[in-house]
T-cell receptor
């Protein structure tokens, strides 16, 4: 069966450390993988996109890796801050989506950064 | 710069009642989407509209209908609400996949 799995348990880390979140998928062939941030009571906010032929993408303190052999993406936040506390969602865009751009979302991982 | 605007923000319905969730975007995006979000289930696609004049079913379309009124507006209708439709509903729009989605702030719907 097809599925996207993110750490279901909350991730608790100390301020200043690097947070690493995992997104694994099964029986999908994604063309792109996206990461979103969602705060309580708000809609998700787009953070980064990585293509299937890219190994790594960076944006400020964020880094995303994409391994199509392992069927896994890792999302890193370096020098984490309490303001980074939120739920982070990964989402796949499949080959053949054409112009529809339909996203398939994981269930999200909640990150808590403690001062 | 409003982005994606959803109304209402909260709604309580009785089983069997109908209602329409409204969504409008001001970014001139071609594609619009309706998702529902339930605890532990992630965001699931209900319906989408790849461009003005077209709509298609997503993963969980049963019990819903949509209308792409024009390029800006995409509404979601519940004809006969059921408790299983209690959820948070998000509308989103996009121009190109590589730019990501822009989401609205959501409608929290409770069906009793």
């Amino acid at each position: 069966s097809q599925k996207i799995e993110q750490n279901s348990e909350a991730l608790n880390i100390q301020e200043g450390k690097t947070a690493t979140l995992t997104c694994n998928y099964t029986n999908y062939s994604p063309a792109y993988l996206q990461w979103y941030r969602q705060d309580p009571g708000r809609g998700p906010v787009f953070l980064l996109l990585i293509r299937e032929n890219e190994k790594e993408k960076r944006k400020e303190r964020l880094k995303v890796t994409f391994d199509t052999t392992l069927k896994q993406s890792l999302f890193h936040i370096t020098a984490s801050q309490p303001a980074d506390s939120a739920t982070y969602l990964c989402a796949l865009v499949l080959h053949g989506s054409g112009n529809t751009g339909k996203l398939i979302f994981g269930q999200g991982t909640t990150l808590q950064v403690k001062p | 710069n409003a982005g994606v605007t959803q109304t209402p923000k909260f709604q309580v319905l009785k089983t069997g009642q109908s209602m329409t969730l409204q969504c409008a975007q001001d970014m001139n995006h071609n594609s619009m989407y309706w998702y529902r979000q339930d605890p532990g289930m992630g965001l699931r696609l209900i319906y989408y509209s790849a461009s003005e004049g077209t709509t298609d079913k997503g993963e969980v379309p049963n019990g819903y209908n949509v209308s792409r009124l024009n390029k800006r507006e995409f509404s979601l209708r519940l004809e006969s609400a059921a408790p299983s439709q209690t959820s948070v509903y998000f509308c989103a729009s996009s121009d190109k996949t590589i730019y990501g989605y822009t989401f609205g702030s959501g409608t929290r719907l409770t069906v009793v």
